[in-house]
């Protein structure tokens, strides 16, 4: 195996782990940024107000996309294994 084949699959395995978290990422990033200028607003600097919230959009999130994410993963998880053979060759 060369070192481009090697590039070629590190640099998926990170577009893959962007695919499976981004949409949870930026969703709470999102939220905060509207909670954190909400508390800035209002002077109420609780921390405990934000963790809720953020708890509740990552449940959602992954309630409403949380299939798709799995089979983005189980996809990328067969190739990689199918892959194998021809790698140890």
């Known amino acids: 195996m060369d070192s481009g084949e090697i590039i070629g699959h590190v640099l998926r395995a990170i577009l893959m782990m ?21 508390q800035a607003a209002t002077s109420v600097n609780e921390q405990t107000l934000t963790f809720v ?4 959009i990552t449940a959602l999130v992954i309630g409403v ?13 067969r190739d990689v294994l199918a892959r194998i053979p ?4």
């Open 18 to 38: 962007g695919l499976l978290a981004g949409p949870i990422l930026l969703a709470i990033l999102a939220l905060g940024l509207l909670l954190g200028v909400l």
């Open 86 to 89: 021809a790698i140890t060759q």
């Open 53 to 56: 919230p953020k708890l509740l």
């Open 65 to 77: 996309g949380g299939s798709t994410i799995l089979s983005l993963y189980v996809d990328y998880l």
